[in-house]
């Protein structure tokens, strides 16, 4: 009776086989250039992820073979500008890859997913019309004075550390404000983080979810890190359910101002006329889950590493204090946006060190598709990053160089490359906001602090981007003390 379990596994494995070596030598893919191994394995792609460096490892592989590599079996990296404005331009059938709703462990429908997650283009766009709506310029003027009061409580603290201490650790205080701001735009309150001094969970959680996703997503491992404690780390379903605890505040904070209260970014979302029906519970608690992450991580990452970028460049720092001091002792978000040198500043640190450094990665329509001078078959995951795509030398002359002044004359090459929060294909929904808190953080920080310097411990090694989708400095904290 052993011999057709034994047939059995043997068909299986020949079609395994077979399947394996047809993506590999698809007559498409098989053109696209990159390394052998790559055409079999994901096993490259999967060690730099879990190192924390996916995003340098593309890099260095178009470095190597040019605009369109192939990274695993079946997904390939594109940085040719014109091919990543199809990919990315709406209507044109790119479908978000399975890589995003893979996110979300417990996802049973669109409504138990943040924007981010969501793969099908209506109810994205749906959402993404509400962002619009609420994350407008003019609507994120309400916040206004929050923004400038938590940038002045923070710049003072880190003054305060360098003072008392010797050294400040700019990351922790910036991600306590960026969190409490987080707080007020969705929870209608801050968490407390800057009042209190002291982390709170979810400040931890918010790191531990990021490792825990990369491993059920990329190993599916998902069964594991739900039930069970990676070490180290922790259980996947008790973060998830701290998580979603937070995200229904969000639900009661929203209902709340119907009645009075603090507006929130989702009661913003809804006219207050009743012209339309308030947002599902689960859709409010899941988006504030996701802007927690998305508007934490990333707002932090942009302000340090465009701190560390100013204080390593003496004369860029000189010209922009100087550009500083002529502004109002409480300058306004108007007033800033008139400063060219610091817009210029702040562009560039985005440029170089851009906060979500890896890729987006997309379904090629069933029809396949030609790229960046390559066929691509139908279902192939194809793939962008913002590293990459802002370092082109074709738009940015010297790419590895931080140089604002390249800004005052900005081509349309230029401005298609400056993909950091979606460039002319497909903005992102929270920019207004990130753009708000760091103009505030880096105008404040550089009136505040004008004698300081990189700490010893803030050395090139601790300020390897690591990068979990977004980036963060491998040493954890990046101190800076009195020159």
Same mark, same amino acid.
């Given at each position: 009776? =052993?011999?057709?379990?034994?047939?059995?596994?043997?068909?299986?494995?020949?079609?395994?086989?077979?399947?394996?070596?047809?993506?590999?030598? %698809?007559?498409?893919?098989?053109?696209?250039?990159?390394?052998?191994?790559?055409?079999?394995?994901?096993?490259?792609?999967?060690?730099?992820?879990?190192?924390?460096?996916?995003?340098?490892?593309?890099?260095?592989?178009?470095?190597?073979?040019?605009?369109?590599?192939?990274?695993?079996?079946? &997904?390939?990296?594109?940085?040719?500008?014109?091919?990543?404005?199809?990919? %990315?331009?709406?209507?044109?059938?790119?479908?978000?890859?399975?890589?995003?709703?893979?996110?979300?462990?417990?996802?049973?429908?669109?409504?138990?997913?943040?924007?981010?997650?969501?793969?099908? /283009?209506?109810?994205?766009?749906?959402?993404?019309?509400?962002?619009?709506?609420?994350?407008?310029?003019?609507?994120?003027?309400?916040?206004?004075?929050?923004?400038? &009061?938590?940038?002045? $409580?923070?710049?003072?603290?880190?003054?305060?550390?360098?003072?008392?201490?010797?050294?400040?650790?700019?990351?922790?205080?910036?991600?306590?404000?960026?969190?409490?701001?987080?707080?007020?735009?969705?929870?209608?309150?801050?968490?407390?983080?800057?009042?209190?001094?002291?982390?709170?969970?979810?400040?931890?959680?918010?790191?531990?979810?990021?490792?825990?996703?990369?491993?059920?997503?990329?190993?599916?491992?998902?069964?594991?890190?739900?039930?069970?404690?990676?070490?180290?780390?922790?259980?996947?379903?008790?973060?998830?359910?701290?998580?979603?605890?937070?995200?229904?505040?969000?639900?009661?904070?929203?209902?709340?101002?119907?009645?009075?209260?603090?507006?929130?970014?989702?009661?913003?979302?809804?006219? &207050?006329?009743?012209?339309?029906? /308030?947002?599902?519970?689960?859709?409010?608690?899941?988006?504030?889950?996701?802007?927690? $992450?998305?508007?934490?991580?990333?707002?932090? =990452?942009?302000?340090?590493?465009?701190?560390?970028?100013?204080?390593?460049?003496?004369?860029?720092?000189?010209?922009?204090?100087?550009?500083?001091?002529?502004?109002?002792?409480?300058?306004?978000?108007?007033?800033?946006?008139?400063?060219?040198?610091?817009?210029?500043?702040?562009?560039?640190?985005?440029?170089?060190?851009?906060?979500?450094?890896?890729?987006?990665?997309?379904?090629?329509?069933?029809?396949?598709?030609?790229?960046?001078?390559?066929?691509?078959?139908?279902?192939?995951?194809?793939?962008?990053?913002?590293?990459?795509?802002?370092?082109?030398?074709?738009?940015?002359?010297?790419?590895?160089?931080?140089?604002?002044?390249?800004?005052?004359?900005?081509?349309?090459?230029?401005?298609?490359?400056?993909?950091?929060?979606?460039?002319?294909?497909?903005?992102?929904?929270?920019?207004?906001?990130?753009?708000?808190?760091?103009?505030?953080?880096?105008?404040?920080?550089?009136?505040?602090?004008?004698? $300081?310097?990189?700490?010893?411990?803030?050395?090139?090694?601790?300020?390897?981007?690591?990068?979990?989708?977004?980036?963060?400095?491998?040493?954890?904290?990046?101190?800076?003390?009195?020159?």
């Amino acid at each position: 009776m =052993a011999w057709p379990y034994s047939a059995l596994i043997g068909v299986i494995v020949v079609v395994v086989f077979y399947r394996w070596l047809n993506i590999a030598f %698809h007559p498409d893919l098989r053109h696209v250039p990159g390394p052998f191994l790559n055409r079999f394995s994901r096993l490259p792609l999967k060690y730099a992820i879990c190192t924390g460096h996916r995003a340098d490892y593309i890099h260095s592989l178009h470095q190597k073979y040019g605009h369109v590599v192939r990274i695993a079996p079946n &997904e390939v990296d594109v940085s040719d500008i014109k091919a990543v404005k199809i990919i %990315h331009r709406s209507g044109t059938g790119y479908l978000k890859a399975d890589w995003y709703p893979n996110t979300h462990p417990t996802k049973t429908s669109d409504d138990d997913m943040c924007l981010f997650q969501v793969q099908n /283009p209506k109810t994205a766009a749906e959402r993404r019309k509400l962002y619009h709506r609420s994350g407008s310029r003019l609507a994120l003027k309400a916040w206004e004075p929050q923004v400038r &009061e938590y940038t002045e $409580v923070a710049v003072a603290k880190i003054k305060r550390d360098i003072h008392n201490l010797g050294q400040a650790d700019i990351w922790k205080w910036f991600t306590y404000m960026a969190t409490d701001l987080i707080g007020v735009v969705a929870f209608g309150e801050s968490f407390g983080l800057l009042r209190t001094e002291v982390d709170i969970t979810l400040t931890h959680d918010l790191e531990k979810i990021m490792m825990l996703t990369g491993l059920g997503v990329e190993f599916n491992l998902w069964f594991f890190v739900r039930y069970f404690s990676v070490p180290g780390i922790g259980n996947l379903k008790k973060i998830l359910a701290r998580m979603l605890e937070e995200g229904y505040r969000a639900v009661a904070a929203t209902k709340n101002s119907a009645k009075g209260g603090s507006h929130t970014l989702f009661s913003k979302m809804v006219p &207050e006329d009743g012209s339309e029906a /308030p947002l599902v519970d689960s859709v409010v608690a899941n988006e504030a889950i996701g802007d927690i $992450v998305a508007g934490s991580d990333t707002t932090v =990452a942009g302000i340090v590493y465009i701190i560390y970028a100013v204080l390593r460049h003496p004369k860029v720092k000189k010209r922009l204090e100087e550009e500083l001091a002529t502004c109002s002792a409480s300058p306004s978000w108007d007033e800033l946006e008139g400063k060219a040198y610091l817009n210029w500043v702040v562009d560039e640190g985005l440029r170089l060190y851009p906060p979500a450094p890896s890729s987006l990665p997309r379904k090629v329509p069933d029809k396949g598709a030609m790229l960046g001078g390559f066929q691509l078959p139908g279902r192939c995951v194809v793939s962008t990053q913002a590293l990459t795509i802002q370092r082109d030398p074709i738009a940015f002359p010297n790419p590895e160089e931080f140089i604002p002044e390249r800004w005052e004359n900005a081509t349309a090459e230029m401005k298609d490359h400056f993909v950091v929060f979606g460039g002319s294909m497909r903005s992102c929904v929270g920019q207004h906001l990130a753009r708000l808190e760091l103009l505030f953080a880096v105008q404040t920080f550089f009136r505040e602090c004008p004698d $300081v310097v990189m700490a010893q411990s803030a050395d090139e090694k601790c300020m390897e981007r690591l990068d979990f989708f977004t980036a963060k400095p491998r040493g954890g904290k990046v101190e800076l003390t009195k020159k």
